[in-house]
């Protein structure tokens, strides 16, 4: 098989993903699509949204005799009962999450691809502050002890130090290995698939990266490494203040901005770019993508969702 297939786990049942699936393979691929789900669930939404669309049944246990379409959707069903409702996120789809990932992972080695999407869940129902969200989840489950998170757009990208973690614990994983940690898996990461070294920048914790507490992380802990690691080499400049570093004339001098936490990156290229972005775990023995936004239950069930994230998902996948 020339083009490795896509493996595509549906993740929370209760959420948009299937709608945008939907609207996404209305676009034609190089790769056959693998999607983890269940019949019942697939074939409830394809009657709500009238999809005319053939599938093409999967035997888990057989898979590799299995023939992959690329006009049908190649399903592989999970059979466990999910709530009748489809209209609230609640633990009793459990079972279900943790046997989709545990199967698509599974089928990664199958068939031997290291391509891996996968659709949002609820990290209070489904995590239970076990993981600090999926990127974690997913490393913990591949054995990947570096990762990072990397909320990609070709014009601009942004990862963020820690992922989703409270503002007040924050500072204490403001170190020099954990900053070192990221700008390798970044620069990595742009070398094999773009092929350059990435101009990095890095923003302070602090306002304007000025403290009026005794330590301030921007001068003892940022700066320095910062020093460190231009001297090996890496295109990377800091730190800079948040408040002002996505004004174009800033933005456009470099690749990939480093932020300190979640939101203080997310927001800004979100605001940007909206939904032309997609969500990469950096380390991983694979590619893990997913659409970078959650399960949105507010618009479950009303066709109206964007599906550009996942589109994107799917089509770099494609190409690499």
Do not use: W
Not at 27 to 52: A, D, E, G, R
Not at 190 to 212: D, F, M, W
């Amino acid at each position: 098989m020339k083009y490795k297939p896509i493996i595509i786990v549906n993740g929370e049942p209760n959420s948009i993903f299937l709608e945008i699936f939907f609207k996404s393979i209305k676009k034609n691929y190089k790769s056959p699509l693998i999607l983890i789900s269940s019949l019942k669930l697939v074939n409830f939404y394809m009657k709500k949204f009238n999809i005319n669309k053939k599938i093409n049944l999967i035997e888990y246990k057989n898979i590799k005799k299995q023939k992959l379409s690329k006009s049908s959707i190649n399903l592989i069903d999970i059979n466990i009962k999910l709530d009748k409702t489809l209209k609230n996120i609640t633990s009793k789809s459990n079972k279900f999450i943790t046997k989709s990932f545990e199967v698509g992972l599974n089928i990664l080695k199958i068939f031997d691809t290291k391509k891996f999407i996968n659709g949002p869940i609820s990290k209070k129902t489904f995590l239970k502050q076990k993981y600090y969200g999926v990127t974690e989840y997913i490393s913990r489950k591949s054995k990947t002890r570096k990762f990072a998170m990397l909320i990609y757009n070709k014009e601009l990208s942004v990862c963020p130090l820690t992922t989703h973690i409270p503002i007040k614990n924050v500072p204490k994983y403001i170190t020099r290995k954990n900053l070192f940690e990221k700008v390798y898996l970044i620069n990595n990461f742009y070398n094999n698939i773009r092929g350059i070294k990435p101009r990095i920048a890095v923003l302070g914790l602090n306002p304007h990266c000025e403290s009026t507490n005794n330590f301030n992380e921007d001068e003892k802990i940022l700066k320095p490494s910062i020093n460190s690691l231009r001297k090996l080499g890496f295109k990377i400049k800091g730190p800079f203040s948040a408040d002002t570093m996505f004004l174009k004339k800033n933005r456009i001098k470099f690749d990939v901005v480093l932020g300190m936490y979640h939101d203080q990156v997310l927001t800004p290229l979100k605001t940007i770019y909206e939904y032309d972005a997609i969500n990469i775990t950096l380390g991983l023995p694979f590619i893990r993508i997913s659409p970078d936004h959650g399960p949105n239950i507010q618009m479950l069930g009303k066709n109206k969702s964007n599906p550009l994230s996942l589109i994107k998902a799917i089509s770099f996948l494609d190409k690499h």
